[in-house]
């Protein structure tokens, strides 16, 4: 069908392009700029209520990592982070991953830079050629006027399937999270009482993946 072929193509193109990438390499020996982690705050911070692994991060970093440490710079993290969270679905033996992103400090400086609302295209567009169906949910946490704006010119780049799966909460996040996330499961930083936290480090070889879930829903 018309279906399974595009879906054969999609494949094989991920696959020549997580070769070419080094992608599996890039997870034994890559060090990154300290930068990264301190800013983005990039972790693991339990599952949801299927059972899924949450990945945890702060977008807002962006707006100041950008310019400080250049669009591939970025790129080559954010591919990093994602191939993490691969690997862990493949522990947890989950085929799904839900992402939280704090852009509590996000600012109409961000929305309004050329520069990088073209780099947040170059990653929605890569990830769903390169990660299709890998997101269960994003949740976009504290979003302000500014990210609403920024949602606006994003989201129509989008495939509606993974537009779907967005959802943009303001300040009071908590009680629509937890209709995803259990209490337990949320960091105590977001609400919750959760105090595990499995941080991405600078150095690959410094990571150490969160053991899978007892409880799996």
Request: hydrophobic share 40%; aromatic share 10%; net charge neutral.
């Amino acid at each position: 069908s018309t279906q399974s072929t595009w879906a054969e193509k999609m494949l094989r193109h991920s696959i020549s392009w997580r070769q070419n990438f080094a992608c599996d390499r890039m997870l034994e020996t890559e060090v990154f700029d300290p930068r990264f982690p301190a800013k983005l705050q990039a972790a693991f911070v339990g599952k949801d209520r299927e059972g899924h692994p949450v990945y945890f991060e702060k977008g807002g970093a962006l707006q100041h990592l950008l310019p400080e440490l250049g669009a591939d710079a970025c790129f080559r993290w954010h591919i990093y982070t994602v191939e993490r969270q691969r690997e862990l679905m493949k522990l947890w033996q989950s085929d799904r991953i839900s992402i939280i992103q704090d852009v509590g400090d996000v600012g109409l400086s961000l929305v309004t830079s050329s520069a990088a609302m073209s780099f947040l295209k170059r990653l929605s567009q890569h990830d769903q050629e390169v990660y299709p169906e890998g997101m269960r949910f994003l949740f976009v946490i504290n979003a302000s006027a500014a990210v609403e704006t920024g949602w606006k010119i994003l989201s129509p780049f989008l495939d509606p399937v993974v537009r779907e799966k967005i959802h943009i909460f303001g300040r009071n996040y908590l009680p629509r999270l937890q209709e995803y996330v259990h209490l337990e499961d949320l960091p105590k930083s977001l609400g919750g009482s959760n105090a595990d936290w499995h941080p991405i480090p600078a150095a690959s070889a410094d990571y150490c993946a969160p053991s899978p879930p007892k409880r799996l829903c």
